[in-house]
């Protein structure tokens, strides 16, 4: 798992990826972090819930499975004739 400061540099470079292909110039880095920063909220909420799932699978994954049991054959009510 990547820290959220990680997170953080790798979300300003797409957004600055995505600004210089719409403006075909090059765009500074910093500009790139003012414009990422308007919709870093969403992104943040989308990264945070996805680590809590990645988490969440693990966890599952140590657990050992409940085998069901098998339907006795005692129990079930058959109609007799």
Known sequence: MTSLRQEWFL???KTRKRMSRK???PVSHRDAMKEAST???????????RMKRQKKLEAGKDR?????KPPNSDDKKTPEP
Do not use: D, G, H, M
């Open 11 to 13: 979300y300003v470079a």
């Open 39 to 49: 919709s870093w909220p969403t992104e943040k909420k989308k990264i945070l819930r």
């Open 23 to 25: 403006s075909k110039e």
């Open 64 to 68: 050992p499975n409940k085998k069901p």
